[in-house]
């Protein structure tokens, strides 16, 4: 049955890379490459077991992990091979471009330096998975797409959002385990990444919640990977029902449904959190103060269920979280500490591949690990960590700025998903090396890009003279 579902997997992936490939060589459509992320990137680790578990290859892995990569690299050098004179290619720099560059700047920087105990390997695969959200942030903010090429990505986002629940449907009342069971997830994470198998269910302690109850991943790598990326397919379906005619709405209704149900199979608290402040987020764009209202209104009753009406396990479950005394939330708080201290202590960082849950971050030299922003504080000082907050603060700023001006629906679309997403992720960025998580970190990237291509656009339009 591997060895069948290792087949599918090599020829459905095989086809969409070499598809994409000969879209941007042959055609120079180097932005294209964005589909085969979007499609790819939800079943990566997925793939990634399913060919172990059949092949025993640790060769044929690493084939498929730099698919990713590849496809990212092979479309940035069709796009500067396209430019006939690179130098004369118009490119007017935003904030958002300079907090990128000096973010990757610093981080580079760091890489030269003698600087850390990591190995220079380490740090160089550090490196890469910083530089290629970069790449891809790069590309977005170079593409200008027609109508029906910005319909094929929310098809493939609203594809993957109800993918993901059947798939949870399928785990919870069918199979009544975790899919990566079955996948070949332990035996991966013990060969390839040299993770022994921990918990209850033989996975990591991630796929269940303190009371031993299985918290769900679908396809995705991890229950919280996917409780943060079906707030993308969540966000997408909501701005396609408010700018849609009503006859298509049961359609993104499903979406949002599905995203919804998701949700809940994940048990994720900072996914939860999340979902609420990108809907306050999303009330404050469209100006729906009835919607805040709504909201609190909502938070008020679950408070009184936990009080009055729901079991003690739940009560005590809630109250814990609350309190930081859940294990879960300890150990947040302890890592949160660790990399305090050490920003304290060396306010111009430690280096890379010194902190966070990276495949090149050595348990031995691991300091903290739990949160986004401490994580580049340690390894880049808080420099590194100020930067990549205004990195994302500007791209939010601008794409909603985006959003409130353009006059392409299509385009406002992506600014919205982009920069509500980006707010949406802060509390899993509190709670975890989010980043990591490639579907939704990545296509919000491209996105962000996207918008501040179009507010670039915005603005030389404005100078023109009438």
């Known amino acids: 049955?591997?060895?069948?579902?290792?087949?599918?997997?090599?020829?459905?992936?095989?086809?969409?890379?070499?598809?994409?490939?000969?879209?941007?060589?042959f055609k120079g459509k180097w932005s294209h490459f964005i589909f085969f992320l979007a499609a790819f990137l939800p079943f990566y680790i997925t793939s990634l077991s399913v060919v172990y578990l059949a092949t025993r290859s640790p060769e044929l892995v690493s084939l498929f992990q730099i698919l990713k990569e590849l496809v990212v690299l092979i479309s940035l050098l069709v796009f500067i091979l396209y430019q006939r004179k690179i130098a004369d290619y118009p490119f007017r720099m935003m904030s958002t471009d300079w907090m990128m560059?000096?973010?990757?700047?610093?981080a580079f920087t760091y890489l030269v330096l003698p600087l850390g105990q990591a190995s220079f390997l380490n740090k160089a695969l550090y490196f890469k998975s910083m530089l290629i959200p970069g790449f891809v942030y790069f590309l977005g903010r170079n593409t200008h797409f027609e109508d029906w090429e910005i319909n094929r990505i929310f098809k493939i986002i609203f594809i993957v959002a109800i993918g993901a629940f059947v798939i949870n449907l399928i785990e919870n009342f069918i199979l009544q385990a975790h899919l990566q069971q079955f996948s070949g997830y332990a035996l991966y994470n013990l060969a390839i990444n040299d993770i022994e198998p921990t918990g209850n269910f033989g996975l990591t302690w991630t796929f269940e919640t303190q009371a031993v109850t299985k918290r769900l991943a679908s396809f995705f790598s991890d229950p919280l990977e996917m409780a943060s990326s079906v707030l993308m397919g969540?966000?997408?379906?909501?701005?396609?029902?408010?700018t849609s005619k009503k006859e298509y709405n049961w359609l993104y209704i499903l979406v949002m449904a599905c995203s919804l149900g998701s949700l809940v199979f994940s048990a994720s608290r900072a996914a939860f959190g999340a979902f609420f402040v990108m809907i306050f987020f999303i009330a404050l764009v469209f100006r729906l103060y009835?919607?805040?209202?709504?909201?609190?209104?909502?938070?008020?009753?679950?408070?009184?269920?936990?009080?009055?009406?729901?079991?003690?396990?739940?009560?005590?479950?809630?109250?814990d979280t609350l309190t930081f005394e859940n294990t879960s939330s300890i150990g947040h708080v302890v890592e949160w500490v660790l990399a305090l201290d050490s920003m304290v202590g060396n306010p111009f960082g430690i280096g890379l591949a010194m902190s966070g849950n990276a495949g090149s971050v050595t348990d031995e030299l691991r300091v903290g690990g739990e949160n986004q922003f401490l994580i580049y504080g340690v390894q880049l000082g808080w420099l590194g960590m100020i930067l990549y907050i205004l990195t994302l603060a500007t791209g939010?700023?601008?794409?909603?700025?985006?959003?409130?001006?353009?006059?392409?629906?299509?385009?406002?679309?992506?600014?919205?998903?982009?920069?509500?997403?980006?707010?949406?992720?802060?509390?899993?960025?509190?709670?975890?090396?989010?980043?990591m998580y490639t579907y939704v970190a990545w296509l919000t990237w491209w996105m962000i890009g996207y918008s501040v291509h179009e507010y670039s656009r915005i603005q030389l339009s404005l100078r023109k003279p009438l």
Do not use: C, H
């Open 101 to 106: 560059i000096s973010f990757l700047g610093l």
């Open 396 to 435: 939010v700023i601008l794409s909603l700025r985006v959003f409130y001006q353009t006059e392409n629906t299509q385009v406002a679309r992506i600014a919205f998903v982009g920069a509500v997403v980006k707010v949406g992720l802060l509390l899993p960025l509190f709670t975890a090396n989010a980043e």
């Open 290 to 319: 009835k919607l805040i209202a709504a909201g609190f209104l909502v938070l008020v009753a679950f408070g009184i269920y936990v009080l009055f009406f729901a079991s003690e396990d739940f009560y005590f479950f809630v109250l």
């Open 1 to 25: 049955m591997a060895l069948i579902f290792f087949i599918i997997i090599a020829i459905a992936v095989g086809a969409g890379f070499f598809w994409t490939v000969q879209e941007m060589i």
């Open 234 to 242: 969540f966000a997408a379906g909501l701005i396609w029902f408010l």
